[in-house]
């Protein structure tokens, strides 16, 4: 098993930038495929971005390709979400989840461990 908690959320201003980090305990996290996923009021889990258990394969949701960048240090059992040029669009809060083998990125149910999430707010 691996517990997950997200930081680094909060309120920006349109343009600005913010670096939300997930923290991992339990079982090491590059035994995981990683994921950041985001909720907004009243839509439904939608995936942002993902990395491979090494790092050198990255995935992105259209919406978030260029302004968003993941990354990982397993030394640190760490996963980290690099978010520039946020848009009042990108307000919701930001889930971290470990993935189980052999299942898709972009998908949530693929997820079996998420973290309890952070709010991200983006003002226009």
């Known amino acids: 098993q691996v517990q997950l908690v997200e930081s680094g959320g909060g309120w920006v201003q349109a343009g600005g930038s913010l670096r939300l980090s997930c923290a991992a305990s339990g079982r090491t996290v590059s035994s995981y495929g990683m994921g950041w996923f985001r909720q907004a009021p009243g839509k439904e889990r939608e995936f942002v971005a993902a990395?491979?258990?090494?790092?050198?394969?990255?995935y992105y949701a259209d919406s978030v390709k260029g302004r968003f960048t993941i990354s990982r240090d397993n030394a640190k059992n760490t996963v980290y979400l690099q978010m520039n040029s946020l848009k009042p669009e990108d307000t919701a809060v930001y889930y971290c989840a470990a993935k189980s083998p052999s299942s898709a990125y972009v998908l949530a149910i693929s997820y079996n461990y998420w973290g309890q999430g952070t709010q991200v707010t983006v003002s226009s």
């Open positions: 990395i491979g258990r090494s790092g050198s394969t990255t």
